[in-house]
């Protein structure tokens, strides 16, 4: 896949794969698309490994061919071991680093890759190497973070529901058979935790599909367009999750401009290319109206200001960077900073959480220990 370059390489690499057209046949894209589909994932663990070392060896001095080939030496893992050879034999036939990931963008995306083209522009290669795998390695612990932090509600929950759920199919029936023999009336609590569970363990033929069909629904539903932007308007309008998405959003987006700017990538290009690595409708929406206000001249200002999911704060320190020409620099400082902030409320919310649901199952539990408990009362005040 040969890009050609223009007067300035990074911006032809940059507008190549903003738009989409990355310099491959129409032809051969869909092909492309289903090998990348299936291709063997690479860990971004991995990646953040690759890209720290040829920081390294590139700031040591060694030539980017010499790195390339000590990293295929070195890599343990098969599928990138592959690539990196074959990127490794690309730049030895005289393409340029960039022109060679650009053929991998299932493991390298565009802001990678633009960021590549724009340092072996600027001759900053070895810095513009560091900087992705500082961001890389953010990404990673953010992620890394994010599962500590969940791992235990969720555990609590499924442990917490399995006990429910025993509760309610094998200990309450047996309960019922007892009260049964009795013929006593039974409190409205009991009666009610009782059919449910005789419909549950007669009908499970017909439950256990339904809610196996309303989980799969839900799941293809978030998957379309409709319960994408459904999913997206939540996650940022949320009063308990908006803090945390909206922070975590510019956080990352800033950081990814940042360093595209600081290493020369067009800041036209930037928008677009920081556009394609965002997951979120609604934050796209408001990439695209960037795009527009950059492309006719009237800067980002108007746009930061009036958006609802940028915080004040952000948005006038970027229109201020803007106005002074330092958009690189302080991008990546607003960046780091609102992902730590993003990642310390995560924190708190998670905080609560746990009690929140302890105290949730626990009422539950208690629901049903009343059920069974109520009418034993009243069985020994009857036998009294």
Same mark, same amino acid.
């Given at each position: 896949m040969a890009l050609k370059l223009s007067k300035n390489p990074a911006a032809g690499i940059a507008a190549q794969l903003a738009s989409g057209a990355g310099g491959a046949a129409k032809g051969k894209a869909p092909a492309k698309k289903l090998g990348a589909l299936f291709a063997p994932k690479i860990k971004k663990a991995e990646l953040v490994n690759m890209t720290s070392q040829l920081a390294i060896m590139t700031r040591?001095?060694?030539?980017? =061919?010499?790195? *390339? #080939? &000590?990293?295929? /030496?070195?890599?343990? *893992?098969?599928?990138?071991?592959?690539?990196?050879?074959?990127?490794?034999?690309?730049?030895? =036939?005289?393409? &340029?680093?960039? #022109?060679?990931?650009?053929?991998?963008?299932?493991?390298?995306?565009?802001?990678?890759?633009? &960021?590549?083209?724009?340092?072996?522009?600027?001759? /900053? *290669?070895?810095e513009i190497l560091g900087q992705l795998a500082e961001l890389l390695r953010g990404e990673v612990r953010l992620r890394g973070s994010i599962r500590t932090m969940l791992a235990y509600p969720v555990i609590l929950m499924s442990v917490s529901g399995a006990v429910v759920m025993a509760l309610i199919l094998f200990v309450l029936p047996k309960f019922a058979d007892i009260f049964s023999d009795f013929d006593a009336p039974l409190p409205a609590i009991t009666q009610v935790l009782i059919g449910v569970s005789i419909e549950l363990r007669t009908r499970y033929w017909l439950w256990l599909p339904l809610i196996c069909a309303a989980i799969a629904g839900l799941i293809v539903f978030k998957r379309s367009d409709k319960g994408r932007r459904t999913w997206d308007s939540v996650t940022l309008n949320s009063p308990v999750l908006r803090d945390v998405t909206r922070a975590m959003l510019i956080g990352r987006t800033c950081r990814l401009m940042g360093i595209m700017i600081d290493s020369g990538v067009p800041l036209l290009d930037c928008l677009r290319l920081t556009k394609t690595s965002v997951k979120n409708a609604l934050y796209k929406r408001l990439f695209v109206r960037l795009e527009e206000d950059v492309l006719n001249g009237r800067g980002m200002s108007q746009a930061m200001l009036q958006s609802e999911f940028i915080p004040d704060s952000a948005a006038e320190m970027l229109v201020t960077a803007e106005k002074t020409g330092t958009l690189g620099m302080v991008t990546q400082i607003v960046g780091q900073h609102f992902e730590e902030e993003g990642e310390a409320k995560l924190k708190d919310i998670v905080a609560l959480l746990e009690p929140a649901i302890t105290v949730g199952m626990g009422v539950v539990v208690a629901v049903i220990v009343m059920s069974v408990m109520l009418p034993l009362f009243d069985l020994s005040q009857a036998a009294k």
């Open positions: 040591a001095g060694v030539d980017i =061919a010499t790195a *390339l #080939e &000590s990293l295929v /030496r070195q890599c343990k *893992l098969p599928a990138l071991k592959v690539i990196l050879d074959e990127v490794h034999k690309s730049v030895l =036939a005289g393409n &340029s680093v960039s #022109e060679a990931l650009s053929k991998y963008k299932h493991v390298f995306d565009e802001t990678f890759i633009a &960021s590549i083209a724009a340092g072996e522009a600027s001759g /900053r *290669l070895p």
